[in-house]
């Protein structure tokens, strides 16, 4: 039996020992069933209900509306470029903003296998979002963390933290997320997430004798209903190709058997939307990538698997040209010779695959890394559009200023010390 994340090892038990049978093409098989889903979907938006929760880009919605029940989804892009920010926007800070604004048509509970960061380190980031969120201040979670010595963070901005303003979400946050950093192999995820579709469901299965088991009694699934339709269960791994493996697996064995557990139970069988962060490989950013000018992330360059893109309802890749010296991009000015442009600022958010509409379509976001938000840009002959390089030329200044302040302080002590 797995008890769950051992460093000391990276076998598990037979995944025998872990057997749900049945189809994972059970539910809406028939034309009948089909139409009164249909039905019930339109039912649900009238009588105030959602159907999705939205993203908050607006020109993405034409092809994505948003966060849908029985969805997996794909988050890909090179290192270091804010994918997992991306993710934890889009599924998490955007997710719990809108059920905390609407309790009265969704609630939402996210299961966060945390695999590459801490738990900390990602409340952290929500406590920087939120500051900007709700008073607009801008401060970064090392900040936050007091991590000059000669610049601690402000008491006051702490203070805030037990505000009601700020309390309230903060508590939303702790009753909806629920971090896992034990259970990270692929049996284990499905365990812990199955576990809580049963408690938020009615789940009915029957025994039946197994054939290819020595006859041994195995559990059948028949159905799953979900108490309350308008609840959302999301799964995030970050990031998949750190999925413990089961015994006998490589690296792509278990992202493999993670990719099938989320198709065919975590969102067929149960509904949940499972996002699943992943590297491109390390080749796509490689000099032959750069001469060839193949550096946007593809399905194609998918690192540890390429099955998952097969496998997955929607594939967003995220971009940053900056990281390439590009001087411009899709129109935009990424940096000019006098180091104007919106620089590391700039990201492009690319649909690779999308099951249910369009795909190849590109967005360009602001990113503001230290906050974790993100700004659907203007098109690049807007007037608007000069705010967001004035935007880079002030985070910047502000950033140096800061950096200014500490050598002064740094030099002062120094200069004490010699005295």
Known sequence: ?????????????????????GSYLEG???IDDVLNNLEERRENVVKGGVNCIPFPFERVRSEIPGVE??????????????????????YVFNVLDYAFQHEDRCSVHIIYFALEE????????????????????????????????????????LRLFSTKKYKERLDFFERCVEFNTEDTNPTGILRVCEAYAKKVGKYKSHKQKSAGLNGREIEVFDSYTQNDPNHYKIVIIDHIGLVDKEQ???????????SEYFVKYLRNRYKFTCV???????????????????????AATLGDSKYTARDADLVMGLFDPSKFGMRDYRGYLIM???????????????????????????????????????????????????TYYDKTKDLRAAKQKRQTIVSKILSFFTLIKII
């Open 28 to 30: 809406l098989s028939k």
């Open 248 to 258: 006998g697996f490589k690296t792509k064995d278990a992202v493999d058997k993670m």
């Open 276 to 298: 699943a962060i992943q590297q491109q490989a390390s080749e796509s950013e490689g000099l032959e990538a750069v001469k060839a000018k193949k550096m946007v992330p593809t």
């Open 118 to 157: 801490s738990v900390q380190r990602i409340i952290e980031r929500y406590m920087s979002h939120l500051l900007y969120k709700l008073d607009g201040i801008h401060i970064a979670p090392a900040d936050l963390r007091s991590t000059s010595t000669d610049c601690p963070v402000d008491k006051q901005i």
């Open 1 to 21: 039996m797995i008890e769950g994340h051992n460093s000391s090892t990276v076998e598990y038990q037979s995944l025998e020992d872990y057997e749900i049978t």
């Open 69 to 90: 029940q029985g969805q997996y989804v794909v988050v890909t892009a090179s290192q270091k470029t804010g994918k997992t920010q991306l993710t934890d926007y889009l």
């Open 336 to 386: 000019d010779e006098t180091g104007n442009g919106l620089r590391t600022n700039a990201r492009f958010l690319n649909v690779i695959a999308n099951r249910n509409g369009e795909m190849g379509g590109i967005c360009p976001l602001f990113f503001d890394g230290a906050v974790c938000d993100f700004e659907e840009l203007p098109k690049p002959g807007e007037p608007n559009i000069q």
